[in-house]
């Protein structure tokens, strides 16, 4: 007879080694013979399913210590009755027992720890145009999350939970330049996310001004910018100073005489860009600031 115990064990313990199918959790099978759980104890994962499946004799599968919100059971395992599942919702150790052949040592226990957390958000680059707008990001995410955005001319949408998306809203960008805003998407467990959101530059008006000669000097500029233009004796027209991020740094001033003085010593070094407006025509013209 034992002989015979000890194979059907083994057989047993090579079926349990097989990897059960996954679709969003797993399905852990503990298979009960006479007398004894195979196996007796289990790592698991809130959301898996413990299923307990009989080979021989009459059993039960009865809770005997789980977690206190914990749902309890007490389950008949034999030919009639040859499988129990239990989808577990609560983290914790589970202990539990076959009734009837507890002093036989017929014990099993398993433990049920809170899923990973996962988090992943696509594209991972969005282009977009000059103009003002917004585009969003897809989030897949079995958790909460937050997002921050680096750039003082995009924001998004600041937190979420589970599967959702960011959205940018990104300002209109008046430099010639192309920007970039990072956007940063954190899950407490996961690795950070960074996204980016890449706006090209103004092209807008560049070559629709007047076809006369704006003069910008000196360039570089220490504290005063002169401009120079034929236009600016008859009529006024508006500047507006950003900087190489697209923010607007001064402006918009009206001027007009030629040549005229615009006080720049506000700006810190660096480049710089005046955008000319008259009408619905503009031109842009770039500087660079010195001490």
């Given at each position: 007879m034992k002989p015979k115990i000890y194979t059907l064990s083994a057989m047993i313990l090579l079926?349990?080694?097989?990897?059960?199918?996954?679709?969003?959790?797993?399905?852990?099978?503990?298979?009960?013979?006479?007398?004894?759980?195979?196996?007796?104890?289990?790592?698991?994962?809130?959301?898996?399913?413990?299923?307990w499946v009989w080979t021989a004799?009459?059993?039960?599968?009865?809770?005997?210590?789980?977690?206190?919100?914990?749902?309890?059971?007490?389950?008949?395992?034999?030919?009639?009755?040859?499988?129990?599942?239990?989808?577990?919702?609560?983290?914790?150790?589970?202990?539990?027992?076959c009734t009837p052949h507890a002093a036989m040592g017929m014990v099993g226990s398993f433990t049920a720890s809170n899923p990973a957390s996962t988090?992943?958000?696509?594209?991972?680059?969005?282009?977009?145009?000059?103009?003002?707008?917004s585009t969003t990001f897809s989030v897949s995410s079995n958790t909460s999350w937050n997002a921050n955005?680096?750039?003082a001319w995009c924001s998004c949408t600041p937190s979420g939970a589970g599967n959702g998306?960011?959205?940018?809203?990104?300002?209109?960008?008046?430099?010639?330049?192309?920007?970039?805003?990072?956007?940063?998407?954190t899950a407490p467990g996961a690795p950070t996310q960074n996204v980016t959101v890449t706006q090209a530059g103004s092209t807008l008006g560049l070559n629709d001004h007047s076809a006369e000669t704006i003069v910008v000097y000196p360039n570089p500029v220490r504290s005063e910018i002169n401009i120079s233009s034929e236009s600016l004796k008859t009529s006024s027209?508006?500047?507006?100073?950003?900087?190489?991020?697209?923010?607007?740094?001064?402006?918009?001033?009206?001027i007009s005489g030629s040549p005229v003085s615009v006080d720049a010593s506000s700006l810190r070094e660096g480049v710089y860009f005046i955008r000319f407006q008259k009408d619905?025509?503009?031109?842009?013209?770039?500087?660079?600031?010195?001490?």
């Open positions: 079926a349990a080694l097989v990897t059960s199918q996954k679709v969003h959790a797993t399905i852990h099978q503990v298979f009960v013979g006479n007398y004894f759980f195979n196996p007796a104890s289990l790592n698991v994962t809130v959301g898996d399913t413990v299923k004799g009459s059993h039960t599968t009865t809770s005997s210590s789980i977690p206190p919100t914990a749902t309890s059971w007490d389950e008949q395992l034999n030919s009639g009755s040859p499988t129990f599942s239990y989808m577990v919702m609560v983290p914790g150790t589970y202990n539990y027992v988090l992943m958000v696509t594209p991972l680059n969005r282009n977009v145009s000059a103009a003002p707008g955005c680096s750039s998306s960011v959205t940018a809203n990104f300002g209109e960008n008046t430099s010639t330049l192309q920007r970039v805003a990072t956007i940063t998407i027209e508006e500047i507006t100073v950003y900087d190489v991020n697209g923010r607007k740094v001064l402006g918009p001033l009206s619905n025509t503009g031109m842009i013209r770039k500087i660079v600031k010195t001490q």
